[in-house]
């Protein structure tokens, strides 16, 4: 309870009753609700909800990005350190060792203005004061991880050369470049085409695997959140409506959300009606 | 190569153009305006009609309006931009020792329109709140503000009253010249460096709530790397654009400061050979002054694919 060592065997992100208010008075909107969600070291947690349930605001908690503003109650404890209340130091210290995070659209979330091997090695010069050739060298093995093909000459390219699903391992990339133990990952594949975001699920499974990694994804996509994760978290309004282990919720959903938001997957829409294409005679 | 080089050739190509279009103009103006130059020169002296005579022959005063400019054009050409009428030197003499003194104080100027401009400008960006509405009033105010009275209140107080800075003249050597610029430094620059400051300031915001800044904090950057090494790149684009445009107008106000705090340089200059139809000299200031507003124009857009790779893909330069 006491050592810090118990904290590394307990779950990487754990938040308790995690409440989030914004605006004063009558204007005042709570945006998340008392929710408690955890995620161990080796394992993928889904976190399932429509816009504005609440699912990226969790996961921005984790990184001290709340909303300015906004009043924060409850716990969010990030390898066993407290962020709710926390000082700059502390939200620093998560951000540059413990957490990283991916984004929903890789294109406007890397620097366009720096070429790809710069981005990726920023995070070690200014955050480990790494020299610029050790951190080009590891740039390289860490392109290479995510499956970048010829990683040194991806280094010097910009932004706008690559596509989609290179720019989001690119992302990627630059999230591992710290050697965090949390990856938070806020609709990381919804932008990409489906044989893209196969690709970019496999790689954060593998990165699981290797790394032990504990990743959060946030998805609108039941489907996908049940192939991927190993448990799931339902979000409705600000609450954690339903939560299991990530095949149970999808074969026998208990809470009604989580069956209307079954019942609108494309997927299902097609088993129960499926269209008449041509050639089907 | 020639992908290259074929864009920079017509770049000169239509730099001679425009530098030959606004000399026809300026010398037609010239024409058309009213009195003569040899009025101005023998102004209350009683000249013999031979003597006028012979100053309107040396001028090709009395040739009709195309032969005169196509004479002075024959000469520029080759490189003899004539003799000023009033002081009776080679132009090209007359302008390079003047330039000195206009080239110091626009380059004062210009230090100063981007170091304040540009560090207020991402202070109020950053800071917001008392800081940027502060910056906002005092910006506005510069900007509403003719160069002509910044000068002469700039005169009033540091000069007359307060006795710090010298009122008048360019000085000698390095340190006390920049003493005596510093004030017509300071009213050339106060409406571009306000201009500069909202620029800055708007493009600025913009940039901080950009996404990939957002990851740079989400990365643990530290505040001042967060604005000055993520959001200051794509930030300051569209300062520099200006800058350029702003930096080569102040040789047009240099004509109002130089004049008012008595400088010797270009500016004045341009002024003393308008109000004597001193036509030689009137051409060469205006074709330097077109110039460097060309190529100034041109150094921005050679430096726009440097500072937005996105644009590099197009092919250089628009």
């Keep these: ?29 709570r945006i998340l609700d008392g929710v408690g969600l955890s995620c161990a070291a080796g394992e993928i947690v889904g976190l399932v909800g429509e816009s504005g349930s609440g699912k990226s605001m969790t996961l921005r908690t984790a990184v001290g990005l709340a909303p300015k503003g906004a009043r924060l109650t409850g716990s969010v404890r990030v390898a066993g350190r407290e962020l709710v209340g926390a000082g700059r130091r502390e939200v620093l210290r998560v951000r540059r060792e413990i957490a990283a995070m991916i984004f929903q659209d890789p294109r406007a979330h ?44 991806l280094a010097d390219r910009y932004p706008h050369e690559l596509s989609g699903g290179m720019l989001q391992r690119v992302m990627i990339a630059s999230a591992l470049s710290t050697e965090p133990r949390l990856l938070l990952a806020d609709e990381a594949t919804t932008a990409l085409d489906v044989t893209t975001q196969a690709e970019i699920m496999g790689l954060l499974r593998r990165l699981r695997e290797e790394r032990g990694l504990a990743i959060v994804f946030v998805t609108h996509d039941l489907d996908l959140a049940a192939a991927s994760c190993d448990r799931i978290h339902v979000m409705q309004s600000g609450v954690v409506v339903e939560e299991g282990p990530a095949l149970e919720v999808f074969e026998r959903p208990e809470h009604p959300y989580t069956r209307k938001l079954l019942d609108a997957m494309p997927s299902r829409l097609d088993a129960e009606a499926p269209m008449p294409i041509g050639g089907a005679a | 190569m020639s992908a290259w080089l074929l864009p920079l050739a017509r770049r000169v190509g239509s730099l001679a153009l425009v530098l030959l279009a606004t000399s026809f103009i ?12 040899e009025s101005f020169l023998v102004r209350g002296n009683s000249v013999t009609a031979e003597t006028l005579q012979a100053i309107r022959d040396q001028y090709h005063l009395d040739e009709p309006f195309l032969s005169q400019y196509v004479l002075w054009l024959g000469g520029v050409v080759h490189g003899d931009f004539g003799l000023s009428i009033q002081f009776r030197q080679p132009v090209a003499e007359l302008i390079a020792s003047r330039v000195p003194t206009t080239a110091m104080l626009v380059g004062y100027a210009a230090v100063l329109i981007l170091v304040v401009g540009v560090l207020v400008g991402v202070l109020a960006a950053v800071k917001r709140g008392g800081v940027d509405g502060t910056a906002i009033v005092v910006s506005t105010v510069a900007m509403a503000t003719p160069s002509f009275v910044v000068a002469m209140a700039l005169t009033s107080l540091f000069a007359v009253t307060l006795g710090w800075f010298p009122a008048f003249g360019a000085g000698e050597g390095f340190g006390d010249r920049l003493w005596h610029l510093t004030l017509p430094a300071v009213a050339l620059a106060l409406s571009s460096a306000a201009l500069v400051l909202r620029t800055t300031r708007t493009s600025m915001i913009g940039a901080l709530g950009k996404e990939y800044v957002e990851t740079a904090r989400v990365r643990g950057f530290s505040s001042s790397r967060v604005v000055w090494g993520q959001a200051f790149r794509g930030g300051i684009v569209p300062v520099v654009t200006l800058a350029g445009l702003v930096i080569s107008g102040l040789l047009v106000t240099t004509t109002i400061v130089e004049t008012v705090f008595g400088l010797n340089g270009i500016g004045s200059l341009l002024v003393q050979a308008v109000n004597v139809k001193d036509f030689p000299v009137v051409q060469a200031v205006i074709l330097i002054i077109v110039a460097v507003f060309v190529l100034s124009n041109l150094v921005v857009d050679l430096l726009y694919p440097v500072l937005e790779p996105r644009a590099r893909a197009k092919g250089g330069a628009r």
Excluded: C, H
């Design chain 1, 1 to 29: 309870m006491s050592g810090s060592k118990q904290m590394v065997d307990g779950p990487v992100l754990a938040t308790e009753e995690l409440r989030l208010d914004v605006g004063a008075g009558e204007t005042a909107v």
């Design chain 1, 110 to 153: 890397v620097n366009p203005y720096q070429r790809i091997g710069a981005f990726v090695a920023d995070g070690l010069r200014r955050t480990r004061g790494w020299s610029r050739a050790r951190a080009a060298q590891q740039v390289v093995s860490l392109l290479d991880e995510v499956g970048l093909p010829d990683p040194e000459t």
């Design chain 2, 26 to 37: 300026v010398f037609g103006a010239m024409y058309l305006a009213p009195g003569s130059p």
